[in-house]
């Protein structure tokens, strides 16, 4: 499955597209946004998750735009944020995999695959991806069901409720 975007959608993902082409990283684009163009809902909130550094991503974004934006970065925990004028919120994080010791709420981060990444989020409907790569540009990424979940009308976790 393939999601369609506006023109103005288009626009800005293509330019985050083409940043993460020029510093040769995968990106993607993932959750809300993700979930709310399927179900034909408005959004301008979005969110990427790049296998690399996000900070640098997000700075390399920012060139593509005219004027340049302002970002926002928190190195502590390796995310950046854009606000564009027109009402347009990019966020910015590395894909990562986290691990939880017994006694601990507190995760174990390190770096990892857009599918670890996929795995640490909530919901099966927020774990939805999009490829931005050139050869599988919008392509839908559903490892654990977020799409049918969607359509059932179901919150489900992508892993038992007690890991999640």
């Not at 626009?11 to 946004?33: D, W």
């Not at 174990?108 to 991806?129: F, K």
Request: hydrophobic share 35%.
């Amino acid at each position: 499955m393939k999601i369609s975007l506006t023109t103005e959608e288009a626009s800005v993902i293509e330019k985050v597209a083409r940043a993460a082409t020029a510093l040769g990283m995968e990106n993607y684009l993932v959750g809300g946004f993700v979930r709310d163009k399927i179900l034909g809902r408005p959004t301008k909130d979005a969110d990427f998750v790049c296998v690399g550094d996000a900070l640098q991503l997000a700075q390399k974004v920012a060139e593509e735009f005219k004027p340049r934006p302002t970002v926002s970065l928190f190195k502590t925990f390796g995310t950046a944020h854009i606000q564009l004028k027109d009402g347009w919120d990019l966020e910015f994080v590395g894909a990562r995999r986290e691990s939880y010791q017994s006694n601990s709420r507190k995760p174990q981060v390190e770096p990892g695959t857009i599918q670890d990444d996929q795995q640490r989020r909530d919901l099966t409907i927020n774990a939805l991806a999009v490829g931005l790569q050139q050869d599988r540009f919008g392509v839908v990424i559903d490892p654990f069901g977020g799409l049918k979940d969607l359509e059932d009308k179901i919150l489900r976790t992508p892993l038992p409720p007690d890991q999640t």
